[in-house]
Structures are given as C-alpha cells and as structure tokens.
T-cell receptor
C-alpha cells in the first residue's frame, strides 16, 4: 500500500464544465501518473510527473492538463469536459520498479 | 510503438485447476514486465515484477516467466481458488522510459 488517495471517488458533471481530480500520496514518491481506463481500450496514460513542477504528456493527453506544486499532490484537470472523457481515472506512483495504484475516480460527463 | 496483447480476454475454470495467462509484446527492448490484479471497482495491485535479465519470479501460488527474445510472458496460477477471480493485466516498461504500456487484461473466473 503506497498510501494513495483520490478525490472525489465519484463525480457527475455536465459537458463544458471544468473538472479537477486530485491524487494524494503519503510516501514521498517522485513519480506520479494519471491513467484512464475504458472498456476495449484498457489503461492509457494521460500525463505523468517526475518531480515538483516537472510533468510530461502520455498517449491521450488532449483535453487534459496537470499540475504538481507539492510532492504529495498531483492534480488532473479536464479543461472543458466532454462525454468522451467519461471514464474511470486512476492515479499511480512508482517506488523502485513497482507501480502502485489508487482506488480510482468514476467520472460521468452528461 | 510498443503493443501489449493478452489472450484470452476471458477465462473460466473450475476450482483447483492450474492455469496459464498469456502476455505478448511487440518490442523486445523492455526494461521490465509487471503483472497486476484488478478486482471489480478497485485499483490495480502489483503481483510480480520481472526484470529483463530474469527468466521468472515466484510468489506463493503464482509464477511469472519471461522470454524477452520471443516477446512473451506467462502467469501461472497453481491450484486456483474462487478468490483468484479477477482481471489480470500485464504491463511492460521500455528501457529509458518511466512509462508502462498495458495489455487489456484477462478476466479470470474460478468456479467453486
């Protein structure tokens, strides 16, 4: 258990509104990741961070931005939510070689 | 671009059976391979990690093997139990990258 929490755990929002998801870790891990999981696509990397204020894009970064102002927090923002962003979002951290995952956030965009 | 494939997508077996889950990847220049378990509505839990220089790793009833040259890994589960029912995912990390590429998973059901 890498002490990863995600908030909110469930969210319903409307198309066009901004949404921010939060990932918090207690283990001081350097690397943090945001994934989305969708049926038929599996897990896909959105953005990742390799330190405070150091972030990079993953394979499905369009429409998403991230920020990391503290080691323990990694925020994912949907700038203007669309129905295609309805998904389950997972945060993860890496300790050594092993990746640890949070419990996920279910987002429904109507 | 690395692609990871898991076949079959779903598998149903009776309790007590030994079983093998398969994972294949297209680019053999991997740094390591990791097997995860995901229960419904939950996050992923790491089961085993195999470095590119290793051939296998074992944890309890689980044994993972890696054949890097052929782009294949298997997860062997001995004496399966209903509690093993879950989706199993494999993921590879490329050399020089901190990113993982995931397969879509195999959904395992172990029937009592």
């Amino acid at each position: 258990d890498a002490g990863i929490t995600q908030s909110p755990r469930h969210k319903v929002t409307e198309t066009g509104t901004p949404v921010t998801l939060r990932c918090h870790q207690t283990e001081n891990h350097r690397y943090m990741y945001w994934y989305r999981q969708d049926p038929g696509h599996g897990l896909r990397l959105i953005h990742y961070s390799y330190g405070v204020k150091d972030t990079d894009k993953g394979e499905v970064s369009d429409g998403y931005s991230v920020s990391r102002s503290k080691t323990e927090d990694f925020l994912l923002t949907l700038e203007s939510a669309t129905s295609s962003q309805t998904s389950v979002y997972f945060c993860a951290t890496t300790l050594g070689e092993t990746q640890y995952f949070g419990p996920g956030t279910r987002l429904l965009v109507l | 671009k690395q692609e990871v494939t898991q076949i079959p997508a779903a598998l149903s077996v009776p309790e007590g059976e030994n079983l093998v889950l398969n994972c294949s990847f297209t680019d053999s220049a991997i740094y390591n391979l990791q097997w995860f378990r995901q229960d419904p509505g939950k996050g992923l839990t790491s089961l085993l990690l195999i470095q590119s220089s290793q051939r296998e790793q074992t944890s309890g009833r689980l044994n993972a093997s890696l054949d890097k040259s052929s782009g294949r890994s298997t997860l062997y589960i001995a004496a399966s139990q209903p509690g093993d029912s879950a989706t199993y995912l494999c993921a590879v990390r490329q050399g020089g990258s901190e990113k993982l590429v995931f397969g879509k998973g195999t959904k395992l059901t172990v029937n009592p």
